[in-house]
């Protein structure tokens, strides 16, 4: 059963640059978020998507935005890039059959801004 | 607004030195309380699910309990492959059409042989 799978592992840009990160979401999940994990602080939630469509932001610029394919996987794109965008960036799924609430992350994207 | 605090911040632990990691939370009603073990530079991986005061789960060393304001891991007679970060999550009954995770910041335990 393959779990959720996040491209690339790491990455480094440059301020002002763009960047797009993947996820393909756990085998059986149509639901895919996307949380920013600052270095020794939690993930943060930065939106969810299903049916292709955004249903619920939490507090990031418009510069963070996504986009969910028809097979489920998801991308983030984040634009005009600041040197506080360094995180990690997970992904995580979750379906509808039980266990209906838990979310199964991925192993996450390590971004670096210079 | 919904918040976590997670407590220790850092736990220096024995092998076989048995503790409690705390998870207090404010929810507007709590549909789930979730926690995850963390690696360096990895994923959370999932450990347990909680919905209701009272309720219990085991694995392995581990055990997970919730009250109406807090949830304990309990770690019995643990081992140097436990040493990890471990992040408590809450979800909210009135959060919207998502069911996004609030977290706290976790307690990284070190546990040497």
């Known amino acids: 059963d393959a779990g959720v799978t996040q491209s690339p592992t790491h990455l480094i840009k440059t301020r002002g640059q763009q960047v797009t990160l993947r996820c393909s979401p756990k085998s059986g999940h149509d639901t895919v978020s996307w949380y920013q994990q600052a270095l020794g602080q939690g993930p943060q939630f930065i939106f969810q998507y299903y049916e292709e469509e955004e249903r619920q932001r939490g507090n990031f610029p418009d510069r963070f935005s996504g986009h969910q394919f028809p097979n489920y996987s998801s991308e983030l794109n984040v634009n005009a890039l600041l040197l506080g965008d360094s995180a990690l960036y997970l992904c995580?799924?979750?379906?509808?059959?039980?266990?209906?609430?838990?979310?199964?992350f991925g192993p996450g994207t390590r971004l670096t801004v210079l | 607004e919904d918040q976590v605090t997670q407590s220790p911040e850092a736990l220096r632990l024995q092998e076989g030195e048995s503790s409690s990691l705390n998870c207090s939370y404010t929810?507007?009603?709590?549909?789930?309380l979730f926690w995850y073990r963390q690696d360096p530079g990895k994923g959370p991986e999932f450990l347990f699910t909680l919905y209701s005061a009272g309720e219990e789960k085991e694995k392995e060393r581990l055990k997970a309990t919730l009250t109406k304001k807090e949830s304990f891991l309990h770690i019995t007679a643990p081992k140097p492959e436990d040493s990890a970060t471990y992040l408590c999550a809450v979800q909210a009954r009135y959060g919207g059409a998502t069911n996004k995770l609030i977290f706290g910041t976790g307690t990284l335990l070190a546990v040497q042989p």
């Open positions: 929810v507007s009603g709590l549909r789930g």
């Open positions: 995580a799924s979750v379906g509808r059959a039980a266990p209906f609430d838990t979310q199964y």
